[in-house]
């Protein structure tokens, strides 16, 4: 079936390390996203990309990195600088032909626990 | 003041109720309004979109009020498995598909 997928599900890290959380995507989608949520606070936008080899900060990207170098991944490197890791974060994807229809498909997640 | 606001509840109403939810945004060029349903511990999921002239899916209708910039979600005949957080999310349209969300509202309907 097409989707997302993230990995892990489930992380803990000591505080300093980087870590890089997985974002694969088999439905042909250019653009896709990475958001964190933090209890009541909804979802923020960390990076986003519109195209291979092409992506843009969002509204919370220092402390992350990402890369795009294939259509279907989109990593996110949580490093040693981002100052609150803890959280939740979500991987999403969006086709980028026609008017966009407000539906981002999302994987089911990736909780990071820094300890 | 934040670009999207949501009252975060918790709304607790039993089943049957009506409940309704805003959506204030701060940005007037905002394009595109959706509603977005996130179970406890899990992706959020589109739920609906706005339209200018309202729209209606089952129990469920969204309005939205450009001269007060917000948007409104109105489930009626609510059931136990409406529980959830919703979402409302904003494009701005300078950046195709860039969504900016809302807290979340936390709706549990009770028996």
């Known amino acids: 079936d097409g989707g997302i997928t993230q990995s892990p599900k489930y992380l803990f890290r000591k505080e300093g390390q980087n870590v890089t959380l997985s974002c694969e995507q088999n439905?042909?989608?250019?653009?896709m996203y990475w958001y964190r949520q933090d209890p009541g606070q909804g979802l923020r936008l960390i990076y986003y990309?519109?195209?291979?080899?092409?992506?843009q900060k969002g509204d919370i990207a220092e402390g992350y990195s990402v890369s795009r170098e294939k259509k279907e991944s989109f990593p996110l490197t949580v490093t040693s600088a981002q100052k609150n890791p803890t959280a939740f974060y979500l991987c999403?994807?969006?086709?980028?032909?026609?008017?966009?229809?407000?539906?981002?498909?999302f994987g089911e997640g990736s909780r990071l626990t820094v300890l | 003041r934040k670009e999207v606001e949501q009252d975060p509840g918790p709304f607790n109403v039993p089943e049957g109720a009506t409940v309704a939810f805003n959506c204030t945004y701060s940005n007037s060029a905002s394009q595109s309004f959706f509603w977005y349903r996130q179970d406890c511990r899990k992706e959020p999921k589109l739920l609906m979109s706005?339209?200018?002239s309202g729209n209606e899916d089952g129990r469920f209708t969204a309005q939205l009020n450009r001269a007060s910039q917000y948007i409104s979600l109105l489930i009626r005949d609510s059931k136990l498995s409406d529980s959830a957080t919703y979402l409302c999310a904003i494009a701005g349209g300078t950046s195709y598909g860039k969504l900016t969300f809302g807290q979340g509202t936390i709706l549990t309907v009770h028996p």
């Open positions: 990309s519109q195209i291979v080899n092409d992506f």
């Open positions: 706005v339209y200018s």
């Open positions: 439905l042909n989608h250019d653009a």
């Open positions: 999403a994807s969006s086709p980028r032909t026609g008017a966009f229809t407000g539906e981002l498909f």
